[in-house]
């Protein structure tokens, strides 16, 4: 069955940089619209960047010139490279697959914990 995977999160030093990865299972990534969002205890989701099946690119303000998103579809993966980590990035970091306007896959998260 379909399934998507993130790795890559842990604890950094603000400052720092991480580079996430959503490997994907049971679907073919070329064909989907990818997105990466977080979601922080009491606070609302928030979508940080999408690449379009076409390889178009949007990013939150909040975090754009920071991070990145690519996909890989060779790997039939998506990563999202984020760099200058403050700690409010600090969330849990999900990727998802969509093939028109709503979600229809997601996986489970990694957490990012940036310190001060």
């Known amino acids: 069955q379909v399934q998507l995977v993130e790795s890559g999160g842990g604890l950094v030093q603000a400052g720092g940089s991480l580079r996430l990865s959503c490997a994907a299972s049971g679907i073919t990534v070329s064909i989907y619209n990818m997105d990466w969002y977080r979601q922080a205890p009491g606070k609302q989701r928030e979508l940080v960047a999408t690449?379009?099946?076409?390889?178009?690119?949007n990013y939150a303000d909040s975090v754009k010139d920071r991070f990145t998103i690519a996909r890989d579809n060779a790997k039939n993966s998506v990563y999202l490279q984020i760099n200058n980590l403050k700690p409010e990035d600090t969330a849990v970091y999900y990727c998802?697959?969509?093939?028109?306007?709503?979600?229809?896959?997601w996986g489970q998260g990694t957490q990012v914990t940036v310190s001060s």
């Open positions: 998802e697959a969509r093939l028109g306007r709503y979600r229809d896959y």
């Open positions: 690449i379009s099946k076409g390889g178009d690119t």
